[in-house]
């Protein structure tokens, strides 16, 4: 029989990792590494790919300010989750909304510091990135073709700071990424669509 505050403790870690989408991430990590093995770095030994500090710092700065990112969507998104996605809401309410705040601040304030250790241009990019995710979970999202086109512009973006870090501009890369910009689009509008009983009762 498990303690009840273990169990407890169990169902908050679920919690968490439901609210910051942690699957979503661990995915974002493996392409941006992937990206830098294949794409950026055919030359260079995976060694050197994989023990590079400042793409390490890279991708721990876009981890964090990802999993904030999602943290204060799932903030916004309390009310509409309780008619939408009922189970889940139910698994949120193990973390309370002033802790999801905290720990919003806190990965943010992590993220930001790590793109500090690369380069003044990387934490500007992180610190822009946190308020535009920020602004589209507390206004745009509310607009259904604007926060569509927002959503999927976030998602991408994190892709594009490998891209700068590395220096490549190269015509293949801009077709993946309007490939993938319209994949996840369409995926988002899907999505929408699921949700828009939710949206309409708030």
Known sequence: MIPQKAKHITLKFFSLFSAVRAYNILVLVCAQYLAAIFIFSPTKSLKDV?????????????????????????????????????????????????????????????????????????????????????????????YPFIGVISATVLTILPFFAVFVYYENFSEIIFVYAVFLFLVIMVRELIKDLQNMRGAIAK
């Open 50 to 142: 994989v023990f590079d500090l400042h793409l390490l710092f890279l991708v721990l700065a876009s981890v964090f300010v990802i999993a904030g990112g999602y943290i204060i969507n799932n903030f916004y998104d309390d009310a509409v989750d309780k008619i939408n996605r009922p189970l889940k809401s139910g698994l949120d309410n193990y973390v309370k909304q002033a802790t999801k705040l905290r720990l919003y601040f806190f990965l943010n304030f992590t993220g930001f510091c790590f793109g500090v250790l690369i380069s003044f241009r990387a934490a500007l990019f992180f610190a822009v990135y946190i308020f535009a995710i920020w602004f589209y979970s507390h206004k745009l999202k509310k």
